[in-house]
């Protein structure tokens, strides 16, 4: 079976430019994680959906980043506009309901210049 | 206060010996616990999952549970090189809905 599948792999932008990353979760996967993980400040999670409904995302850094889950087997989570400090390897999980294992996706390595 | 702390490192242990990590947990509701292994530019991997107190063994993996001291260890006996890596504690909190509060990690070094 396929795993999480995130798009692109690497990312350079420049300041200011919108970036969007795209997360495929494992198929029969009801829940959807989005992480984010730098040396300062490990791993982050920043948004989980349940059943495509976001169900906590106290952890978005602030208004310039947003995500969505317009049906179970597709994610997006964009910045507009980028800055350094978004510099980070993004990464998207998926779990069935409740507590159960997260499975990671190959993660994104995003670099704003 | 951290959520979810680990013991700092990076620990570094000898080839064939038993390398001891160790995590605690800020919520006494806590029923779920993870231990994760990061390779250097890798994504997570699960190792262990734990929900009952006592020990659970896979291999040369044991997993610990003490839900009254809100601590969780995990043990890798005869450690070998290819077992450095990160290792990443993960709690779900009571009723957080599959949450996971992750600690910032302990980098294990083994060494031939």
């Known amino acids: 079976d396929a795993g999480v599948i995130q798009s692109p792999r690497h990312e350079v932008t420049e300041m200011g430019q919108e970036v969007t990353l795209r997360c495929k979760p494992i198929?029969?996967?009801?829940?959807l994680f989005w992480y984010r993980q730098t040396m300062m400040r490990g791993l982050e999670l920043l948004i989980y959906?349940?059943?495509?409904?976001?169900?906590?995302d106290s952890g978005m850094p602030e208004d310039r980043f947003s995500a969505k889950m317009p049906n179970a087997s597709f994610s997006t989570l964009k910045i507009q506009p980028s800055e350094p400090r978004d510099s980070a390897v993004y990464f998207c999980?998926?779990?069935?309901?409740?507590?159960?294992?997260?499975?990671f996706g190959p993660g994104t390595r995003l670099t704003v210049l | 206060q951290k959520e979810v702390e680990q013991n700092s490192g990076p620990l570094s242990v000898p080839e064939g010996a038993i390398a001891s990590l160790n995590c605690t947990y800020s919520?006494?509701?806590?029923?779920?616990f993870f231990w994760y292994r990061q390779y250097s530019g890798k994504s997570p991997e699960l190792i262990m999952s734990?929900?009952?107190?006592g020990d659970k063994e896979d291999g040369r993996f044991t997993a610990q549970l003490n839900k009254a001291s809100q601590y969780v260890s995990l043990l890798i006996r005869d450690s070998q090189p290819s077992d450095s890596a990160t290792y990443l504690c993960?709690?779900?909190?009571?009723?957080?809905?599959?949450?996971?509060?992750f600690g910032q990690g302990t980098e294990l070094s083994v060494k031939p």
């Open positions: 999980a998926s779990s069935r309901l409740g507590p159960d294992t997260q499975y």
């Open positions: 919520d006494r509701g806590s029923q779920s």
């Open positions: 993960a709690v779900e909190f009571y009723n957080q809905g599959g949450k996971l509060i």
């Open positions: 198929s029969g996967h009801n829940s």
């Open positions: 959906f349940n059943n495509n409904v976001p169900i906590d």
């Open positions: 734990i929900y009952s107190n």
